[in-house]
């Protein structure tokens, strides 16, 4: 045995293979941990090259360089880690012969070419596949280095050495298998041969050994096998990983030079991700003017328009200092893109409203981006753009939400596929899907996983961890998994959360670049059709300041657009969002008795719940009521004591006096996130840019131990310079931790507030405008068509039913007899009637005026059978045959051969038609709900009513129930709404049923809810008992039991599907 | 009695068994795959109707000899057998790398200190005239006289070579084996050989000339 | 025509028909579980449709069958009566009156021999006829044949025959072509031996039943048990001295057998095969070989196995660890080696490695230890290994154990080549073969 000495001292050593777990189920760590554990091994430096792309360079990057302020490491020494430590951004690209390249690129122009390439590759190929092949390389391969990696084919290699030169380099690993030493010697034979160069790898795909077993669970799920059934597809040995370079120098020993080679190809690199300079896209600026100046003149045009009788002195001097801070980060551009996409929905008047942090500016507000009035609300600028944080700002802008695709092609336009593409979304592994991965491949039965999946419920796998700790037998019990196996398996489920699986595309972020966007990051295909997704998230593209702009959809605007339109057509009214008057007491009565139903933000249970307690009786209150149902307030604790200090039940209290410009407004109760922010800067010392990154860091899933426990150590110090009791330093800190993250943005709320304001006056003023409007924009909001339409009954509002002599595809407005206008219902109730056909019905009628009679109108209309019997069965044929039975059997009979004489004629002789029986009321409810989803007549429980009197099960409905003092015991029959189980809410659930006269809510204990969950899954009509509670006017009911509705007389044996047309499917439940 | 007649009487005798010169047919072989054994023997192989026999410790090859002459054999679509203790058993994936058709190789593992099983084995695989050759491990024994003499009237009935392999130093060496091959550190001894000088030598490393060339820097060590 | 229609109400494997030959050789197996048998010409060999009946019920409750029969004129009608009235028998000729009392959605189940086509059709009719009110098949009797043609064209023609009992559908004689090949799936893996007989138990008499069907004995019984995690297959052959189709002597043989094998892993499923031989003895064919290869073969495992000496052919297996990376087969089956997977669509491609597939040219011994030879202290130090670094590092599946084995080339003294690993987790070194 040849042994030969190894000096000591640990050889210089780059890792240039190494590969993260966004080579999607083909890695095992992230880029974190493999940049973190290169440096801990004394690494010179970590080449990331992930399959196919850079979906994970960012994230490396920011883990080897960009060090939190906070982490102590940092602050105790500057930055020691970054500057001895070199991370290579690179891609291995697939062959279809298996081989494959590892391309670095050597600088800028090299980045760029690298781009092109995966760009070129990747984009027209299908997600997950590529088109990679050497004749794509052979235009791009300026300033790269290319790793060849086997099986070698010596055609390759010769074109390789002649296109590259000493760019070309042979990498070798030893991981202890056969196939290394084939190819280390086949590499030797090369390099004497052809003088090819060659490099020592560890071609790692996992930081440490341990990540073995995960790695084989991803080779599975990739294979889509079991790990018993994978065989060879394994790893035979956990070799593949991160090690020490003295190992590697005992490993290398005969051939020292190779190890040294990876620092000789380093240092040939010189790229770094912060020689990316983002440039934002030149806008659109008239001649005479240069971005700022012209900036200035749309701000001072905007001041005319927004303060007519001349702005505060407040307003100019926010704007004073936004415009200069805005010329000195160069953002103009910025702004003008912006406000040039929000000129372009204006002039084809597409409803639009700026939100999130873009709120907190006064420029913002006067370019028409937001319509947050600074008058009312304080902005906190540092939120929106903050000198040292040195990142873009980040605005949403919603939008109609059928109309937001016109938008999205005006960028796509405007700036060309070359310079906008979509933003790419990270889908990773929850715990249900990483469990079910992990059980597949260790073969555990489907059953047993449904039920461990079940018995998971919220708590999610720690619930699972812990009961299973507390009694180590329960696996073995209840599913016959012994503990070891049951062990292994949440193990390896733990460490499988938070994978990436897939790429997807972020709802409506856009990035758009001055130079084309393929020189700063790939673009590839996503699965929409011609939508295009850059392989970076908003995290990485906030971490190279890169600009992002979020063009969301909204449906409560497209229904307010359809608002203003029918105000003007039909009622006269020129009404918008800036027109609305504010302070409508009609309104703010309507909202403080909650009849909130289809408002927008605040017609949930929980939120019309409060609203009687919290009464809002201005804009601010409406701010607060849309921010405070939240996790954050409700975990917090802040929801009681404000309603308390708010109705004076309890002293306001302040742990120290610069807290009480704060929290005045709030009763000295933090409620918004700008709040925590200005109170650490207030109490603890914190810079606006520290107080947001505080914002930041809280906010994000990656928090480093040390990290969190460097903040504390601020926090707390902060506090007691400022001499504030250690006791009241915890708990300010307590509160600042756990709420910063959760809290609601103030400007957020505010944005929200103005559409809930605009919807509600709508709703008190104009029931009918509101209500149509409402259902032409479906599917949207919290509740079913059919409680709206039942909600606007109750408000006087006519209806009509639909009719082909009348109805449009929409819902329309017709003139009634009373003060509200009736809605007629439009075909687009209709379920199965497909749009083809509602289109060529009314294109007929409006050229050729209505149908004298039903042989008239199937001649004219031309509609399949299928389509007139649906018509006739929905009742809307009514004006040709009353009863829809008849209609439908006259249709049946038609000849509907167009090319036959008798076309459209009945040949049947009467004599053939069997009597027909005619329609009962619960029939024809069961007929209308199931092709509409409602009835306009009849509501289940009217139809019920009688017979729950006789058979003496309720004598109680919703409308008697406020009358009823608290804690007497009722029985009510609904059917059911909405059914919520909050994850804060402590097991508890919450129902909302419905009957003839209006809804009522219902709070089930978690005992009751476990053993009435089929129940409630499985039966619409629900009989509750319980104690009613009338609190403020509001009263619900606590169950005590619960059980379904017995049979009706009205439900025939015969025809058991009567109750199964109550069921969800057909609209009539809505369930979160 | 004169010549002539001697010579007659001679010829009515054996009359029946004279064949002509074009009639003569060399004894068919089982080609080894070795080429020094295969240049060396007679019938350039095992010969076919004898039994021959190898031995000397395992780690020496005579099973790596003995598998040289599956692979060309199967490839020609002919039935090999192999018979061995269970705890020893034959390792396919050599076989499988040498594009051997292992659907034509029955194996058989019979019971350890049972060498009566090993005999009525090799009886009822010779009766099946199916097996080209066969050959049979006899671990650290090795078979008598008697069996000798009866496999070697089997093999001739069938027309089957056997191979006998055992790892005694010092076997019984019957006079009813027509092959007796010796592995010795770096040699392999062909001790007795039909109508060829012997003893005869040759370097044992051509065993493994194909099997692990990665390791032929320490090819001398194998072979020292 | 008289027609006997069996529902077995879920999917069952046409072979049962065979089972039911004894009843009339006319007989037809449709998928979903329906079975039709002509039993015009046989329900007076039974005493009679009624006793006929009867004893069809009584050998699928021995048999474990679940079924529902009934008897009428057209298989449609049959099928239709055989889910909505159970065990019941139409009088000859009058159909449509047995069929006027079910429900509408009877008519789904009215398709006889040949499904409905197109499929939707029929529910489109039925929901049209609830629609206007109508719910018996009584109901619509009375509507014309020219108006139903008129609406649904050849499905309202074919409605019309049925609900009146005149569609004319003929059964063909059956001819047994099914493998005489059961499976056992166990919903978990057994090793209670009184569990396994019973479970055989079952199979086997549905065997048996085939054979009587099919007029054949068995000659020989074929069990493989499928073992748990270790994927051991054990082959037990049972023949019987005479060729037979007795329940009590099959299974007493099976439990003999059955108390000789060690069963290192629960069983997970089982194969029972019966090798068929007929009642009388057919003509040989005098122009076929007597005897194949293949069939001397088997001839000779057979034999080797009644003496118990384990054989057959090598079966590669693409696993990490040498000595399960084979075994040894009663049938030779090609090898499927698993390689890198390329999927192609159109000019793209996607590539899944499988990351040691190149396991299987890695340079393995001629002979190896079935259990691996520990090497003592002394012999170690004789050794000279050919690398420091070990060869090749093979780890096993470390969701069963956690063994991790470095392998060696060395070489004895007297120059053997042997094939050496060290045991990392019991740090102790073995001898596994020899090249």
């Known amino acids: 045995m040849v042994t030969t000495e190894v000096s000591l001292c640990p050889p210089p050593y780059v890792e240039l293979l190494g590969r993260s777990y966004f080579s999607f189920l083909q890695g095992a760590s992230s880029p974190e941990e493999m940049v973190s554990r290169a440096q801990e091994l004394g690494y010179q430096g970590l080449a990331l090259c992930d399959l196919d792309g850079l979906y994970g360079v960012v994230r490396a990057h920011r883990q080897a360089y960009q060090v939190s302020s906070f982490d102590p490491l940092f602050s105790a020494t500057g930055n020691p880690l970054g500057e001895s430590f070199q991370f290579i951004c690179g891609a291995e690209l697939r062959l279809k012969n298996k081989s494959s390249l590892a391309l670095l690129p050597m600088n800028k122009e090299g980045y760029t070419q690298l781009c092109r390439l995966i760009t070129t590759a990747k984009r027209p190929a299908p997600k997950t596949f590529s088109q990679f092949d050497l004749k794509i390389l052979k235009d791009h391969s300026d300033d790269l280095i290319v790793l060849a990696l086997p099986p070698w084919s010596l055609e390759d290699l010769q074109f390789l050495h002649e296109l590259l030169g000493d760019r070309m380099y042979l990498p070798i690993w030893r991981d202890m298998t056969w196939e290394s030493h084939l190819l280390e010697r086949q590499a030797f034979q090369l390099e004497t041969q052809w003088g090819l160069q060659l490099v020592a790898t560890q071609r790692p795909v996992m930081h440490l050994p341990e990540r073995k077993a995960l790695f084989d669970v991803l080779t599975c799920s990739l294979h889509g096998v079991s790990l018993s059934q994978a065989k060879t597809r394994l790893l035979s040995n956990q070799e593949r990983y991160l090690k020490s370079p003295l190992d590697l120098a005992q490993i290398w020993r005969d051939r020292p030079d190779l190890l040294k080679q990876s620092v000789k190809i380093a240092q040939r690199i010189s790229f770094s991700f912060d020689e990316l300079k983002y440039q934002y896209p030149k806008a659109a600026v008239p001649k005479s003017h240069t971005s700022q100046t012209y900036l200035q003149h749309l701000a001072e045009e905007g001041l005319k328009w927004r303060f007519p009788q001349g702005p505060s002195d407040k307003v100019l001097s926010l704007l004073r200092k936004e415009l200069a801070l805005i010329e000195e980060l160069q953002y103009q551009d910025y702004f003008l893109t912006l406000w040039d996409i929000c000129e372009f929905a204006r002039k084809n008047n597409i409803l639009y409203q700026g939100r999130g942090s873009a709120a907190n500016s006064v420029v913002c507000y006067l370019l028409g981006l937001t319509s947050v009035d600074p008058e009312k609300i304080d902005l906190l600028f540092e939120r929106f753009i903050s000198k040292e944080r040195g990142e873009p700002p980040d605005i949403d802008v919603d939008f109609e939400s059928d109309r937001r695709e016109e938008v999205l092609q005006y960028v796509y336009r405007r700036y060309g596929v070359q310079h906008a593409a979509m933003v790419c979304t990270v889908i990773c592994y929850r715990s249900k899907m990483a469990l079910r991965e992990v059980a597949k491949a260790l073969e555990v039965p489907s059953e047993t996983l449904s039920s461990i999946v079940r018995s998971m419920g919220k708590e999610g796998l720690k619930g699972l961890w812990q009961s299973f700790q507390q009694e180590p037998s329960l696996p073995q019990r209840l599913w016959g998994l012994s503990e070891s196996r049951f062990r292994l398996l949440i193990e390896l489920t733990s460490q499988l959360y938070g994978f990436p699986r897939h790429i997807g595309i972020h709802t409506g972020g856009f990035v758009i670049t001055q130079r084309p966007i393929t020189e700063c990051v790939p673009v590839e295909q996503s699965t929409m059709a011609d939508r295009f997704v850059v392989q970076w998230n908003k995290d990485d593209l906030e971490a190279l300041k890169m600009m992002k702009i979020d063009l969301l959809g909204l449906g409560m605007l497209t229904a307010l657009k359809h608002s203003f339109a029918l105000l003007k057509s039909k009622k006269g009214l020129d009404l918008s969002l800036a027109k609305i008057p504010s302070g409508d007491p009609k309104t703010y009565q309507m909202i403080q008795r909650a009849e909130t139903i289809g408002v927008f933000q605040i017609e949930s249970r929980a939120q019309m719940s409060l609203l009687p307690r919290l009464r809002p009786k201005c804009f601010y209150d409406l701010v607060v009521q849309v921010a405070i149902v939240r996790p954050g307030p409700i975990q917090g604790g802040m929801v009681h004591p404000y309603l308390k200090r708010r109705h004076g039940l309890e002293r306001e209290h302040y742990p120290h006096p610069a807290l009480i410009p704060i929290l005045s407004k709030t009763y000295g109760v933090p409620i918004f996130q700008e709040q925590i922010m200005q109170m650490a800067s207030a109490v603890c010392g914190f810079t606006p840019g520290e107080a947001d990154e505080l914002r930041r860091l809280m906010s994000s899933s990656w928090k480093k131990p040390q990290v969190m426990q460097g903040l504390r150590q601020r926090l707390i110090n902060g506090m007691l310079n400022h001499d504030i009791e250690p006791r009241f330093a915890e708990q300010i800190y307590q509160m600042i931790v756990g709420f910063s993250s959760y809290g609601f943005p103030e400007s957020h709320a505010a944005s929200f507030a103005l559409i809930t304001y605009a919807s509600s006056y709508l709703k008190a003023h104009h029931p009918d405008v509101f209500v149509c409007s409402l259902l032409n924009s479906q599917p949207m909001g919290f509740y079913a068509p059919r409680t709206l339409i039942a909600e606007a009954q109750r408000q006087q509002v006519p209806f009509l039913p639909l009719d082909v002599q009348h109805s449009d595809y929409d819902y329309a407005l017709e003139p009634s007899k009373g003060p509200l206008l009736s809605v007629r219902v439009g075909f687009r109730a209709l379920f199965g009637l497909h749009r083809k056909w509602t289109d060529q019905l009314l294109l007929e009628r409006r050229e050729r005026g209505g149908f004298s009679s039903l042989e008239d109108f199937v001649r004219r209309t031309e509609l399949p059978r299928s389509a007139l019997i649906l018509l006739a069965a929905a009742g809307a044929l009514s004006s040709f045959e009353k009863s829809p039975r008849r209609a439908i059997w006259k249709i049946q009979s038609l000849n509907l051969d167009r090319k036959s004489f008798f076309f459209s004629q009945a040949p049947l002789k009467d004599v053939d038609r069997p009597p027909l029986p005619p329609e009962a009321p619960w029939q024809q409810m069961q007929r209308e709900y199931s092709h509409q989803g409602y009835s306009l007549t009849l509501h289940p429980l009217r139809v019920l009513r009688s017979f729950i009197r006789e058979e003496k099960i309720s004598p109680w409905t919703s409308a008697s129930l406020k009358k009823l003092r608290s804690g007497q015991r009722v029985t009510l029959v609904g059917l059911l709404s909405t059914f919520q189980k909050p994850p804060t809410a402590k097991g508890f659930a919450f129902l909302t049923l419905e009957d003839e006269w209006g809804l009522f809510n219902v709070i089930l204990s978690p005992q009751i809810y476990l053993a009435q969950r089929q129940v409630l899954q499985q039966q619409p009509l629900l009989e509750i008992t319980g104690r009613v509670e009338n609190h403020l006017g509001r009263a619900q009911i606590r169950a005590e039991a619960l059980r379904p509705l017995r049979a009706p007389r009205g439900f025939s044996s015969k025809d058991p599907e009567a109750l199964s047309l109550l069921s969800r499917e057909k609209g009539l439940g809505n369930y979160q | ?224 | 025509m008289r027609t006997l229609c069996l529902n077995f109400q879920k999917n069952e494997k046409p072979s049962l028909a065979e089972v039911f030959l004894q009843f009339s050789p006319q007989l037809q197996y449709r998928k979903p579980g329906l079975l039709f048998l002509d039993i015009s010409s046989t329900a007076h060999l039974f005493g009679g449709e009624s006793q006929l009946l009867r004893e069809v019920l009584q050998l699928s409750q021995s048999l474990h069958l679940p079924l529902s029969a009934a008897i009428a004129d057209q298989p449609s009608t049959a099928q239709g009566l055989s889910l909505y009235q159970p065990s019941s028998m139409s009088r000859p000729n009058e159909d449509s009156s047995a069929l006027g009392p079910l429900p509408l959605a009877a008519l789904n189940h009215l398709e006889g021999l040949i499904c409905w086509q197109p499929e939707d059709q029929i529910e489109q009719i039925i929901s049209f006829f609830k629609l206007v009110g109508l719910n018996q098949i009584s109901d619509i009797q009375q509507i014309s044949r020219d108006s139903l043609r008129q609406q649904w064209g050849k499905t309202g023609e074919r409605l019309w025959q049925k609900i009146h009992g005149r569609e004319q559908q003929a059964l063909s004689p059956y001819i047994p072509k099914e493998a005489l090949i059961e499976f056992i799936h166990l919903d978990f893996s057994v090793s209670l031996m009184s569990f396994l007989l019973h479970c055989i138990e079952k199979q086997l008499q549905r065997l048996l039943a085939r054979l009587q069907g099919r007029g054949e004995f068995a000659q020989r019984i074929r069990l493989h048990l499928h073992c748990e995690f270790s994927g051991q297959i054990h082959l037990l052959e049972i023949q019987p001295l005479q060729a037979c189709r007795d329940l009590d002597i099959l299974m007493k043989l099976i439990e003999h057998k059955l108390e000789s094998i060690e069963l290192d892993n629960p069983i997970q499923h089982i194969e029972i095969e019966a090798l068929p031989v007929p009642e009388r003895i057919e003509q040989l064919d005098f122009w076929q070989p007597r005897v194949k290869d293949q069939d001397k073969v088997h001839a000779l495992s057979g034999l080797l196995r009644q003496a118990e000496v384990h054989s057959g052919f090598f079966q590669l297996k693409d696993e990490i660890l040498p000595e399960k990376s084979w075994q040894l087969n009663f049938e030779f089956m090609d090898y499927e080696p698993i390689e890198d997977q390329v999927h192609v669509d159109g000019k793209s491609f996607q590539i899944k490695p499988a990351h040691s597939s190149s396991l299987r040219s890695a340079p393995r011994p001629s002979l190896l230890f079935s259990s691996p030879q520990r090497i003592s202290g002394k012999e170690l130090r004789k050794l000279e290994f050919l690398s420091s670094y070990p060869v090749e590092r093979l780890e096993e599946s470390w969701w069963e154990s956690t063994r991790g084995r470095d392998y060696y080339v060395a070489l004895s003294p007297k120059g053997e080549c042997l094939w050496v690993y060290h045991d990392r987790v019991e740090d102790q070194y073995y001898l596994h073969g020899y090249y």
């Open chain 2, 1 to 224: 009695m004169s010549k002539t007649k001697h010579l007659s009487q001679l010829r009515c005798q054996l009359a029946r068994h004279l064949v002509s010169c074009d009639q003569i047919r060399t004894a068919s072989a089982v080609p080894t795959g070795c080429p020094p054994l295969d240049q060396f023997f007679l019938w350039s192989g095992w010969p076919k109707g004898e039994v021959s026999l190898i031995y000397g410790s395992e780690g020496l090859g005579p099973t790596a000899l003995w598998l040289k002459a599956l692979p060309p054999l199967t490839q020609r679509q002919l039935w090999a057998a192999w018979v061995s203790p269970q705890h020893l058993k034959l390792c396919p994936w050599g076989l499988f790398q040498k594009d051997c058709d292992l659907s034509k190789i029955f194996v058989v593992e019979g019971h350890r200190h049972n060498p009566k099983q090993w005999l009525w084995i090799m009886g009822e695989l010779l009766s099946t005239s199916l097996f080209e050759i066969i050959g049979c491990h006899w671990d650290h024994l090795s078979p008598p006289h008697s069996q000798i003499q009866k496999l070697r009237k089997l093999a001739q009935r069938y027309q089957c070579s056997i191979v006998i392999l055992s790892q005694q130093q010092q076997p019984l060496k019957s006079p009813f084996y027509a092959t007796i091959l010796r592995t010795q550190g770096p040699l392999v001894e062909i001790e007795r050989a039909l109508h060829r000088p012997t003893p005869k030598s040759f370097q044992r490393r051509v065993l493994y000339a194909d099997l692990m060339p990665q390791l032929s820097k320490k090819r001398k060590a194998i072979a020292s």
